[in-house]
Every structure is written in structure tokens, then in C-alpha cells.
């Protein structure tokens, strides 16, 4: 079967929620029974499609494609709801039906693998745009995440949330596999692979790379207010509280930098058992050595011993 459902542990306990794995991939629960629908979904060449892992940057990422491809007033943009406007392809809410229905040019999210997105898309259809984030700090976000939501109610330790992170055991699988499909389609002519760190070291570039990939024509003047726009805007993000993103999400990099290295080669908890290799590897190591200090002093006291016996004998 393609689909399966698979527990998955909050705490050494277990989440109240199920996962459930769709041709080896763990996604959400309000997947299950849609994918088909999802892969024959009917793609428009006008859509804008924004896909990210999950905590990769998304609501900010929504905000300037939004900017860049309607030429709203970053202002506006402030006050509206953005989420109505770009809906989730595999979220309950709205739901497929809907999303289908509406008006060009549509703008849609998913954190769906590349694999899973509507086949149309594979054929080149629609315009997307792909956004990847440093795993160092976007597993920081994800756990925030799972703690702050209600349904989830994750209570185990940051260095438990990374083992699952790096065994694929969080929703929409693997980052790594997330994050090399759409690299191996980065040079597609519908797809735009971008890094959200690029937004905070060179936005007029990344700016100027949105709006010559969505086709929209702007001079040197209009593509400079762009930027200034898209810099409000993320200034707006990372100073709302209702945006968990940017400045927010960092309050636990301590935590980020215990957990240094997050290789995609390392799928167990290694960690872990170095440590505690390490550790008993120390003791093992000093009690060779007490081991040796003590026979010596034992050998010592002998010889010792000897040696004043033999002078009150002779």
C-alpha cells in the first residue's frame, strides 16, 4: 500500500496525532486520501506556485512575491490577511475544489516534495518558486512550532527534535531529499530556486530575480521602490508578533549551535552514541590508569617491606 499510517512520538510518549506515510514520505495527517487528487490537480500557465519545506521562510516569502507580482502597496499588504489570498494546496481549508476555481493568476503554497506536487507542474506549467533554508536554523523554528501548536503538544528536548529531524520522522519527510529535488529542477524554465538568507544579504538581487521570472517589466527606479517595499515588508514580519519568523525564531540559536552539525550523510542518532561512547571510552580509560597507579604503590609497599625485613635480619 502507498499509504500507511505510522505513530508519531511527541515525547518518549507518543503525539496525540498520526502521521501517515505516502510512498515512504511522512506527511500530515490531512493528506491522506488526497494525494491522488493533488497529482491530477489542473495546473494554468498564469499560476504562481510558492513551495517550501515547512519553516523555510514561507509567510515572509508569500509577502514580497505578492508585492512583486500584484504592485500592492506594501501598506495594504500590512493590513490584509495574506494567507486568504495564497491558499495551501493540501491543507483542509479551503480545499482543492476551491482552489480550482480561482480567478487568474492564481497564487498557491504547498510544502509538498517535488514528487508529489500535480504532475502539470513536472511538465513544465505554472511558475514556481522554491525557497531553502539553513536546517540549522529552520529546525530551531520547526520546534517552536511544534511546541506553540495545540494539536501537536511536543514537550521533549531540542536535541530529540533534531533525531527526528535528521530520521525523517517530521511531517513532509526529509529536508535534505526536500531540498535536493527542487535543486535537480533549479535550471527548469517554470521553477525559481531561492535561499532565504539571500532576503537579508542581497535583497534587490533576489527582488530583481522575482520579477524577471514572473515577467514583470520595471525600470530602475520601479525595481529600487520594489525593494524598498519588500524591506518594509520584512521589517513588518520580523517586528509582528503574529509572524513567528525572522528575529523570533532565533531566541533559541543556543540551542541551534549545541546541535552543530546537521549532515545529511548522518540518518541515526550518532550523536547520541558518541557521546555516550565517548564517556565510557573516559571511564574505562581511568580506571586503566587508577588500575595501574595502585599496583605500583602495591608493588612499592613490597618491595618496601622487603627490603626492611632483610635489614633486621642480616
Known amino acids: ?22 510512498h515512504g514520505v511522512r506527511l500530515p495527517p490531512f493528506c491522506r486520501g488526497k494525494m491522488d487528487e493533488i497529482a491530477n490537480f489542473s495546473l494554468r500557465s498564469s499560476d504562481i506556485w510558492i513551495v517550501t519545506y515547512p519553516k523555510s521562510g514561507t509567510s515572509l516569502l508569500q509577502e514580497v512575491v505578492y508585492l512583486v507580482s500584484q504592485g500592492a502597496d506594501p501598506d495594504e499588504i500590512g493590513l490584509m490577511n495574506i494567507d486568504e489570498q495564497l491558499p495551501v494546496l493540501e491543507y483542509p481549508q479551503p480545499g482543492l475544489e ?36 539553513n536546517p540549522k536554523d529552520l529546525v530551531v523554528s520547526y520546534y517552536q512550532f511544534h511546541r506553540s501548536l495545540r494539536t501537536m503538544s511536543y514537550r521533549g528536548t531540542f536535541q530529540e527534535f533534531c533525531r527526528r529531524f535528521m530520521n525523517d520522522k517530521l511531517g513532509y519527510g526529509s529536508w535534505f531529499e526536500h531540498v535536493q529535488e527542487f535543486w535537480e529542477h533549479r535550471m527548469d524554465s517554470n521553477v525559481l530556486f531561492l535561499k532565504y538568507e539571500d532576503m537579508y544579504k542581497d535583497l534587490g538581487t533576489l527582488v530583481e530575480q522575482l520579477a524577471r521570472f514572473l515577467g514583470v517589466s520595471c525600470d530602475k527606479a520601479q525595481l529600487e521602490s520594489l525593494v524598498e517595499s ?31 552539525a546537521l549532515d545529511p550523510k548522518q540518518t541515526d542518532p550518532e550523536p547520541v552514541i558518541r557521546g555516550v561512547l565517548a564517556n565510557i571510552s573516559f571511564f574505562i580509560l581511568y580506571y586503566i590508569i587508577l588500575y595501574y597507579i595502585i599496583l605500583y ?18
Open 297 to 314: 604503590y602495591i608493588i612499592l609497599y613490597y618491595i618496601i617491606l622487603y627490603y626492611i625485613i632483610f635489614i633486621l635480619l642480616y
Open 98 to 133: 476551491i482552489i480550482q476555481e480561482l480567478t487568474s493568476p492564481r497564487l498557491i503554497k504547498s510544502h509538498l516534495p517535488y514528487r508529489f506536487l500535480p504532475s502539470a507542474m513536472h511538465n513544465g506549467e505554472g511558475k514556481v518558486i522554491y525557497m531553502a533554508r
Open 230 to 260: 519588500s524591506n518594509q515588508l520584512i521589517e513588518q514580519c520580523c517586528n509582528s508578533e503574529a509572524l513567528s519568523i525572522c528575529r523570533g525564531e532565533r531566541q533559541n540559536t543556543t540551542a541551534a549551535q549545541n546541535y552543530t
Open 1 to 22: 500500500m502507498a499509504e500507511s499510517e505510522v505513530d508519531t512520538p511527541s515525547t518518549p510518549i507518543e503525539y496525540e496525532s498520526k502521521y501517515f506515510e505516502h
